[in-house]
């Protein structure tokens, strides 16, 4: 069954440092996303990725985030300058199709950013 | 037996008894609506999906009700079983924000045998 997949599984990064999040969504989605997920609590919406640019981003989403298709395959998130506050799970996603066909989105297994 | 109710953030039931997992969304013009299970590690797995022009699904073992007047979404999971001991989320798509899904509380389902 195609998934969704996630690397690194764990970073550890000291304040101030960039880090990159690497997915490789499930080959036939045209649509990618990144959510978050701080420790014991819910699923954040960060942003959403539609024909190689943004379509949607939430507050949580300020100028340290960008994301990125470099190629085919790979959708990016890389966090300029981490926080202590950005420890935490992110969860990419993708999905198949337009409202109107099925909405459901493939979750990857997370990657855990632990900002010390 | 059965657990029903207000949003809880744990629900504790025996295997075999039927749980009920409710959930209030927030936009009156969200459309459609999901239920992930998200188990210790893991990301979030898709269990079942309605639009807003049903009440009702059903799918294997699990039923959700869609109640738009009072903006309640429920999750019906028949003879529980220690497997479906996980996180439960649902979430919500507003058609004018485009298509990301809005998680909401998510409630802790423990399955003691």
């Known amino acids: 069954e195609p998934e969704v997949t996630q690397t690194p599984s764990h970073q550890v990064t000291q304040m101030g440092q960039e880090v990159i999040l690497r997915c490789v969504p499930i080959s036939n989605h045209l649509y990618f996303y990144w959510y978050r997920q701080i420790l014991g609590q819910k699923v954040e919406f960060l942003v959403s990725f539609y024909n190689n640019e943004i379509s949607e981003k939430s507050e949580i989403f300020d100028d340290q985030f960008s994301v990125e298709r470099p190629d085919g395959s790979n959708f990016t998130l890389k966090i300029r300058s981490t926080k202590l506050e950005d420890s935490a799970m992110y969860f990419c996603?993708?999905?198949?199709?337009?409202?109107?066909?099925?909405?459901?989105?493939?979750f990857g297994e997370g990657s855990r950013l632990t900002v010390l | 037996g059965e657990s029903v109710g207000l949003h809880l953030p744990t629900l504790s039931v025996q295997e075999g008894d039927n749980s009920i997992i409710n959930c209030a969304y927030s936009n009156s013009a969200s459309d459609y609506f999901i239920w992930y299970k998200q188990e210790s590690g893991k990301g979030p797995q898709f269990i079942i999906d309605i639009r807003s022009n049903m009440d009702k699904r059903q799918g294997q073992r699990v039923t959700v009700l869609l109640n738009k007047t009072v903006k309640h979404l429920s999750l019906q999971i028949a003879a529980t079983q220690p497997g479906d001991s996980a996180v439960y989320f649902c979430a919500e798509n507003n058609p004018v924000a485009g298509t990301a899904l809005i998680f909401g509380k998510g409630t802790t389902l423990s399955v003691s045998s």
């Open positions: 996603a993708s999905g198949l199709g337009e409202r109107g066909d099925t909405g459901e989105l493939f």
